[in-house]
């Protein structure tokens, strides 16, 4: 059984910084991507990073700068600098299996994904 769980998340004032974790368990093919996304309340899910098994990244363009994704084999990290308050939403952490040269970002190139972590950031 396939398994993505995140942790990390919480409250912070702008200008702050937060690193969020997610751990994927299950996934015996070691070629598969992942990646970060968020969703406001009233907002669509979007992408925020993603990381395939060569480490090849991608970012949201709000993100540039700001957030640096890294993974170390089933483990994915998202740190996050200068954090303001638009980026204020649940963060889930998702993968899938298979290879993309560039990961993508957009939901649903995604199949297994994580109950979300909260994070919130106040001006």
């Known amino acids: 059984q396939i398994s993505v769980m995140e942790s990390g998340g919480g409250s912070v004032q702008a200008g702050g910084s937060l690193r969020l974790s997610c751990v994927v368990s299950?996934?015996?093919?070691?070629?598969?991507?992942m990646g970060w996304f968020r969703q406001a309340p009233g907002k669509e899910r979007e992408g925020v990073a993603s990381?395939?098994?060569?480490?090849k990244t991608s970012y949201a363009d709000p993100v540039k700068g700001r957030f640096t994704v890294s993974r170390d084999n089933a483990q994915m990290y998202l740190e996050m600098r200068n954090l303001k308050p638009e980026d204020t939403a649940m963060y889930y952490c998702a993968a899938d299996v298979g290879y993309w040269r560039a990961p993508p970002l957009s939901a649903s190139d995604y199949i297994y994904w994580g109950q979300g972590t909260q994070v919130t950031v106040s001006s």
């Open positions: 299950g996934l015996t093919n070691g070629n598969y991507y």
């Open positions: 990381i395939n098994n060569y480490d």
